[in-house]
């Protein structure tokens, strides 16, 4: 899929956030340039700032960093599928589409969300 695409399909997704609370009046709207551009953002950032995180964190492509915080709580077996599992395999092979996807639509839905908030 064009990064292209999936960017503009997040960038709709994340203006589109429902409140609890809010009164849809006109003035009320999610659709704004502001919000959409900062759910955007942030959920870009997300995207970004995931595999050095990871690396930080200790995931990397050789394996589990000795002396890191991945080494620190990696028990003796680790069961496939389970969140280490996937963190290293996302730190060795680097984040699917998928994942990049749930993170630019998550993290860009908090930003959109914090934005709306702070009007």
């Not at 900062?38 to 050789?62: E, K, Q, S, T």
Request: net charge neutral.
């Amino acid at each position: 899929m064009d990064s292209r695409v999936l960017f503009l399909a997040g960038l709709l997704l994340t203006g589109c956030v429902p409140s609890c609370y809010a009164r849809y009046s006109d003035d009320d709207s999610w659709f704004t340039l502001k919000n959409i551009a900062i759910g955007g953002v942030v959920g870009a950032g997300a995207v970004v700032a995931a595999p050095f995180a990871l690396g930080a964190a200790g995931f990397g492509a050789a394996g589990v960093t000795a002396g890191s915080l991945a080494a620190a709580i990696q028990g003796p077996a680790v069961v496939s599928g389970s969140a280490f599992a996937l963190a290293q395999s996302a730190g060795a092979a680097g984040l699917g589409i998928g994942t990049k996807v749930a993170l630019f639509a998550g993290w860009g839905a908090v930003g959109t969300a914090v934005s709306k908030n702070n009007d």
